[in-house]
């Protein structure tokens, strides 16, 4: 039997290992494919299949005089229309801080991994076109285009040392200037014919923020608030509804409201009043001036922050631990016949092969893309090659590239009217999932036989 003080100790070191977990780079990836699986067994298993699809399906949003608003909302498009949006949003905010101060901040520190994503966009963009040009599939071409940061950034922490630290920050800025590639393509060649009307106003309120902040409005719930707004009408103006997020991710102050000095000077402030609350002999008067100058601290500690800052950490934790799981649950349940698991990769004049095109897309086209477009900046003179690193394990690192998931499936769910093409979207899901674990697996194994070698030599 456990003593009092054994149990709090057991709980404490739970508590730590929680939390231990959810700070790990690799953990978000470890959720995610557990909720693939789930999904997987959800759409495919007899008992939970119907049940799976209708809940899916079901309507869900304000009924107002008998008609649903948002129009067409399901619990399907609340996940990819309404929490991808702050999905969305948290990829902005991650945008532009690295080009605020990133790796993106400076042309020489952008110009390898900018030229690197444009060759890993534009070859898995061509190879598809390849196996499927003419055809009524062609449109998916964007599908293979987007690298996963999750999951690539998860894979080569679990892999530790054997990838230098500047392969890990080429493929960060990589990941990120890939998302923001695949953001314009979404924008451009995934939406609907625009209302212009429902366009231009949320353009003119886009505008009025950022005067807003011009003058120098630092209140969070100042830009929350047009923010929903926006999404109202990009939703109903036919621009997909995820894009209004990384416009107002851009809108976000990322100056402090208060200066360093500042900061130092009301921190030493604050500092002498809690020591002089020490000096105050009712206790409950001297805990509740401690409080105060406690609470002030926070706010002024805040306020030394970036607002963009601030909201992407505190974004980030419901961004990996539950949209993106959501994400997962919602779309990667693809039912699968036992007579199709390999039909796939099958290809016809008539149809192609989405599968195909995918497949040889992420695995082949990505790092090919990326290893090619880099090493030809750097034989240009353009760009240099990331310290410490061989050609060989640049390729390696690139390998992870290939692993689309995430934007993949989302761009899948565009380039395919779901009222007629659900067999192709589902194809196109298979082939992500196939193709993403390869891309993983490969990278993997290339990384670690690489890292051996080099420690030989």
């Known amino acids: 039997m456990f003593t009092?003080?054994?149990?709090?100790?057991?709980?404490?070191?739970?508590?730590?290992?929680?939390?231990?977990?959810?700070?790990?780079?690799?953990?978000?990836?470890?959720?995610?494919?557990?909720?693939?699986?789930?999904?997987?067994?959800?759409?495919?298993?007899?008992?939970?299949?119907?049940?799976?699809?209708?809940f899916l399906h079901m309507e869900m949003g304000l009924f107002v005089d008998g008609n649903l608003f948002p129009r067409g909302m399901n619990i399907e498009k609340i996940v990819n229309d309404g929490l991808m949006v702050v999905f969305f949003f948290a990829v902005g905010l991650e945008i532009r801080r690295e080009i605020s101060d990133g790796e993106l901040s400076t042309p020489k520190k952008a110009i390898l991994p900018v030229v690197a994503a444009l060759g890993g966009m534009l070859v898995p963009a061509l190879i598809y076109s390849i196996f499927n040009a003419g055809t009524e599939v062609v449109n998916g071409w964007?599908?293979?285009?987007?690298?996963?940061?999750?999951?690539?950034?998860?894979?080569?922490?679990?892999?530790?040392?054997?990838?230098?630290?500047?392969?890990?920050?080429?493929?960060?800025?990589?990941?990120?200037?890939?998302?923001?590639?695949?953001?314009?393509?979404?924008?451009?060649?995934?939406?609907?014919?625009?209302?212009?009307?429902?366009?231009?106003?949320?353009?003119?309120?886009?505008?009025?923020i950022y005067f807003m902040r011009r003058m120098g409005e630092f209140r969070m719930i100042a830009y929350l608030i047009p923010a929903c707004v926006v999404w109202i009408l990009f939703y109903y103006s036919g621009v997909?509804?995820?894009?209004?997020?990384?416009?107002?991710?851009?809108l976000i102050p990322t100056e402090p409201r208060y200066s360093r000095s500042y900061y130092l000077h009301k921190a030493d402030i604050i500092e002498k009043g809690i020591k002089d609350a020490d000096l105050i002999e009712d206790e409950h008067e001297a805990e509740e001036t401690r409080l105060y100058h406690l609470r002030r601290m926070t706010q002024i500690s805040n306020g030394a922050q970036g607002m963009s800052h601030r909201m992407e950490h505190i974004l980030m934790p419901y961004v990996n631990f539950i949209i993106m799981p959501i994400f997962a649950l919602a779309n990667a349940g693809v039912h699968i016949p036992s007579a199709d698991y390999f039909n796939i990769f099958e290809y016809s004049a008539e149809l192609g092969s989405i599968g195909m095109g995918i497949f040889f897309g992420l695995v082949v086209g990505k790092p090919l893309g990326i290893s090619l477009f880099s090493y030809v900046?750097?034989?240009l003179g353009i760009a240099d090659r990331p310290a410490g690193a061989?050609?060989?394990?640049?390729?390696?690192?690139?390998?992870?590239?290939?692993?689309?998931?995430?934007?993949?499936?989302?761009?899948?769910?565009?380039?395919?009217?779901?009222?007629?093409?659900?067999?192709?979207?589902?194809?196109?899901k298979i082939a992500i999932l196939i193709a993403s674990t390869v891309a993983a697996m490969l990278g993997t194994l290339l990384i670690s036989i690489e890292a051996k070698r080099e420690k030989r030599s």
């Open 240 to 250: 997909h509804a995820t894009i209004s997020g990384v416009a107002m991710a851009m």
């Open 377 to 379: 900046a750097v034989k």
């Open 142 to 208: 964007g599908i293979p285009m987007a690298t996963d940061i999750a999951f690539a950034i998860g894979i080569m922490s679990l892999l530790g040392s054997r990838v230098p630290l500047s392969l890990k920050v080429f493929l960060t800025a990589l990941a990120v200037a890939d998302d923001l590639g695949a953001i314009f393509v979404i924008a451009l060649f995934y939406g609907e014919t625009p209302d212009m009307t429902l366009l231009g106003i949320a353009l003119i309120i886009m505008v009025g």
């Open 4 to 54: 009092k003080f054994g149990r709090i100790k057991r709980s404490h070191i739970i508590s730590q290992q929680g939390r231990n977990f959810l700070q790990a780079p690799w953990a978000g990836g470890i959720v995610l494919i557990v909720c693939v699986i789930v999904a997987m067994l959800l759409a495919n298993l007899p008992a939970t299949s119907e049940i799976y699809s209708h």
């Open 390 to 428: 061989s050609w060989l394990m640049l390729i390696a690192v690139a390998c992870l590239g290939g692993i689309g998931f995430t934007m993949s499936i989302f761009v899948d769910n565009l380039a395919f009217d779901k009222a007629t093409h659900q067999t192709f979207i589902d194809m196109g």
